[in-house]
């Protein structure tokens, strides 16, 4: 696990922990990296949950949760996150429980790997007033 002193990294803008699988849970003290901008838990099979506190990321622009194969749900405080551009969810049965708060027009985000579209890494679903798949390039 990661420790509690981790939230005081305050100016922390990436934090990659990619292929983590032995990690079952972040800490609460999460929230407080205001200026973290890039958020990599691919392959973090053993994640089972996110912290409510991760809707206090601001600056957060990159949530990756490709392969977390773990994490079954969203926490409702993701749609604090304003600055959000891309939301991974490929491979992660996260995916088909999106809370409903994240499928509003006021979230700008970027959504790859969501229910119903075809299981492409390159697929992606822009949230807005009509849900559209575009394929990027």
């Keep these: 696990s990661l420790p509690e002193s981790l939230g005081g990294l305050g100016s922390l803008q990436t934090l990659n922990l990619e292929g983590c699988s032995g990690l079952s849970s972040l800490p609460e003290s999460f929230g407080g990296l205001g200026s973290l901008q890039t958020l990599d838990l691919e392959g973090c099979s053993g994640l089972s949950s996110l912290p409510e506190s991760v809707g206090g990321l601001g600056s957060l622009q990159t949530l990756n949760l490709t392969h977390c194969s773990g994490l079954s749900s969203l926490p409702e405080s993701l749609d604090g996150l304003g600055s959000l551009q891309r939301l991974n969810l490929y491979g992660c049965p996260a ?38 798949a575009r394929v990027i390039a």
């Design 95 to 132: 995916r088909d429980a999106l809370p409903e708060s994240l499928r509003h027009a006021e979230l700008a985000a970027r959504v790859v790997g969501w229910a119903g579209v075809a299981a492409d890494p390159r697929s992606e679903i822009l949230l807005g007033a009509e849900l559209a």
